[in-house]
């Protein structure tokens, strides 16, 4: 059966660029779907094997949308990750000039990006946010269409044939977001040596140091954490969930035990997958592990639990 991929569309969206980053069966079936939640389902009643969604952006932080549903729901695993550099071009049909513009509309998560632009540049405009930046670009270029540009991705001004007013129109021209490639629940990627793990726990009870408590977890084993969300549950005010990403795959023991340590302190703990790290190339300092925190450190300890368990104790 041929791969069949869901992801945010339509054609020309930066998931539909991730996704051909994720270097994807050419052969196979693209999906585009009009939501993050309807990626989810897809790939959530078997419609498609697997689904891509942004989860994160270096300026604007997490995608509710995405974090919601890997939070809620039947659960997914995320298979692997990607960085996506997103440039911003503002897009509008032939003949339309900048100072014509009163319309415009993005994605939610681009307008946040290019809102110092705007207000510099299209102070009187009224901003519309759209299912994404290439459904945007797709609607300006329709007739009759209510928005007079959108803000997307070149590839989606050439896709749906719209002339670019103005390009670069990101406030930051380094954003970059990163992307969660999502399949049903199977066996862990291999480690790679560079790998990530991330998981959403439930703290058990409310109580001072329940927090430091839980990052104690992964503070004694020496293990890095890249990312700390706190989102409601959803139970009422006050009540939270952490969401997680930690440097190591669960096959090392490091990370292993770190999350044995949760099971024992939450009243839940949802893991969202071991898979390897998008930045793995570029990490500027090499990972040192603590002292008594490497593989070996770890491993040295079990087997010395072992023979002392059997009497051994010489
Ligand atoms: O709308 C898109 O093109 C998406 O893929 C979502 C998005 C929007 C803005 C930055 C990164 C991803």
Known sequence: MPNRYAYLGPEGTFTE???RALRPDESGEFI???????????????AA??????????????VTATIAELINGAPLLIAAEVAVPVEFTLFAREGVRLADVKRVA???HALAQCRGWLAEHLPDAETFTVSSTAAAARAVAEPGAPYDAAIAARVA??????TAVAEGVGDRSDAATRFVHLVRPGPLPAPTGADRTSLVAFLSDD?????????DQF?????????LESRPTGDGLGRYCFCLDADGHVAEARVGEALMGLRRICKDIRFLGSYPRADADTELTPFMPARGTSNADFHEAEQWLAHIRAGQVA
């Open 17 to 19: 660029a991730a996704l």
């Open 32 to 46: 585009p779907c009009s939501g993050v939640d309807a990626v989810f389902a897809a790939v959530r009643s078997g």
């Open 49 to 62: 094997d697997s689904g891509v969604a942004p989860l994160e952006n270096s300026v604007e932080g997490g």
């Open 106 to 108: 993005t994605h939610a």
């Open 157 to 162: 001004g050439e896709r749906y044939h719209l």
């Open 207 to 215: 109580h001072p140091g329940a927090l430091v408590e839980l990052l």
């Open 219 to 227: 503070a004694v084993r020496g293990v890095n954490l890249t990312r």
